[in-house]
């Protein structure tokens, strides 16, 4: 059986959006069924097609059009909470979705924002202390050790109406979206294996510069012909921009001790007696990205392998990435024990961290809020009981004479019911089942007293008809040939049923509902 990914399960629900935001489908939330549970607890809704589409379909009271403001994607809710250790984000794992590498957080003030953050880094699998705060595109470094990305933020009002204990609800912010594929690079390298045998490296401070490919460095540096070939050399001062070359070649004479740069560098901030070098292993990568990364590895002055590693440019349009560090050729020509460093980097998902939070989160499935709001202009009966609740799309117009009409219904609301009036001054009960003497047609009871009767079910009915119920009370029926549903339900299949509470309504009242689903 193959896997079905987020990027499907994104897909289906933004074509449901989409068709709702076109109109070129209608989905409806529906109330069914006018009885009461027997007993105090509700049901589990049962999968036969008798239950979900005939039974659904027979006893539909009314419905109300739902909007693309209804509906959001959700994911699984995590909540930061200090001393506890996060997972950090890797594209590699098999269990990433299931794993707690990203957060959300409270607003700091009332009615503000929630604001989901991914780990890029855990420090080592330390706990988190320090809640991320930073809303930028690119990530940022906590003193807890914990590096954070900024993905989007959430809506006290929307979090309220669709969160859950489990799931949160999840749409982008457009800034982050727009400018996360120049952000789109490598934040972190990953130490599994320090090495050994990195012995060529040097600290020191700029002595002269002879152009912008060669620099004359301190004359305490190893000063063997090419000790520093295939090593890397960073420039930096506090008051002048970092760069960062690759060293093809080392050389000494009675002046001093030169290095040959790979690249020109800025001499304007390479300055002899300020400016600091450290010549280290060099980083390799190997990527797909149209800027490649850059960083910087230290040595270990006493163990000979790798401290460190500091990214210098991130690069950006990265998807892919391996990278690696090199050995020197003088360290493989003097010892023979030197092992290679085994590291790694985690690139970003494609467009970059934060373009897709719908998808970089694991989408888990839609959080529906909807609700019943007093008689909606009149337009959905009240005085009314229910006890299933579901979801339905695009049903058609109903004909006069009661078939489907050719046409679509789009009205923000529908009513199942058919009035009526008993022609004698009978009652009958809720739920009970309606019989035509000459019709056959069956219905249950929704609302009866002695003067307005209405039925559910069947819309077949005679005017002016014998009807009877199950303990045989009769009376003859005038039907309102303006209220035989609004809606032809005989070929409709719910796409979602729930059974709830029965829930009585009132025209002073708003019944509010939430849905997950789960896809």
Not at 43 to 61: K, R
Not at 100 to 106: D, K
Not at 351 to 378: D, Q, R, T, W, Y
Request: aromatic residues 10%; charged residues 10%.
């Amino acid at each position: 059986m193959g896997l079905i990914t987020s990027n499907f399960k994104k897909s289906i629900i933004d074509d449901m959006l989409s068709s709702i935001q076109t109109n070129t489908a209608y989905y409806y939330a529906f109330a069914a069924s006018p009885n009461e549970w027997t007993g105090n607890t509700v049901p589990a809704e049962t999968s036969d097609d008798y239950s979900v589409n005939f039974y659904n379909n027979w006893t539909m009271l009314f419905g109300k059009k739902l909007t693309n403001t209804d509906i959001f994607p959700i994911a699984r809710r995590i909540d930061w909470t200090s001393n506890t250790v996060y997972a950090k984000y890797n594209n590699t794992s098999t269990t990433l979705s299931n794993s707690n590498f990203y957060v959300i957080t409270a607003p700091t003030e009332t009615g503000g924002y929630h604001h989901i953050y991914k780990c890029i880094d855990n420090a080592n699998g330390a706990v988190s202390t320090e809640k991320p705060d930073l809303i930028q595109s690119s990530s940022f470094t906590k003193s807890d050790g914990y590096t954070w990305r900024y993905l989007c933020s959430i809506s006290d009002k929307i979090y309220s109406r669709f969160a859950t204990d489990n799931y949160i609800p999840i749409y982008a912010n457009s800034q982050i979206s727009e400018s996360a594929y120049d952000y789109s690079g490598i934040d972190i390298i990953n130490i599994q294996d320090a090495g050994s045998g990195y012995t060529v490296f040097h600290q020191g401070t700029v002595t002269g510069v002879v152009n912008s490919t060669m620099i004359q460095i301190s004359n305490s540096a190893g000063s063997s012909l090419n000790y520093y070939s295939n090593s890397a050399v960073y420039f930096y001062a506090n008051s002048h921009s970092s760069q960062l070359a690759n060293v093809t070649s080392s050389a000494s004479n009675g002046s001093g001790i030169y290095i040959t740069l790979s690249t020109s560098v800025n001499t304007s901030a390479v300055i002899p007696a300020t400016t600091s070098y450290y010549i280290g292993p060099r980083v390799v990568f190997n990527t797909d990205g149209i800027e490649q990364p850059l960083a910087r590895a230290t040595v270990n002055a006493n163990t000979y392998a790798i401290s460190s590693i500091q990214i210098v440019d991130a690069g950006y349009g990265i998807t892919r990435a391996n990278v690696s560090i090199l050995t020197s050729a003088y360290a493989l020509a003097t010892t023979n024990t030197a092992t290679a460093a085994n590291v790694s980097c985690i690139p970003p998902p494609p467009g970059g961290h934060g373009s897709n939070p719908v998808n970089e989160l694991g989408i888990k499935g839609i959080s529906i809020n909807f609700k019943f709001a007093n008689g909606e202009s009149n337009t959905i009966p009240t005085n009314i009981k229910y006890n299933k609740i579901g979801i339905i799309k695009s049903p058609y117009n109903v004909t006069a004479n009661g078939t489907k009409s050719a046409t679509a219904y789009t009205s923000n609301t529908f009513n199942g019911l058919i009035d009526a009036a008993p022609g004698t001054a009978v009652t009958f009960t809720v739920s009970d089942t309606i019989t035509g003497a000459n019709s056959g047609a069956k219905a249950l009871v929704a609302f009866s007293n002695t003067t307005i009767l209405k039925l559910v079910g069947d819309k077949q009915f005679v005017n002016g008809e014998v009807i009877y119920d199950t303990s045989n009370n009769q009376t003859t029926i005038t039907v309102n040939a303006a209220s035989t549903s609004d809606i032809y339900t005989k070929d409709l299949y719910p796409l979602y049923v729930q059974n709830i509470d029965t829930t009585e309504r009132s025209n002073t009242q708003i019944e509010s509902f939430r849905i997950i689903i789960q896809v």
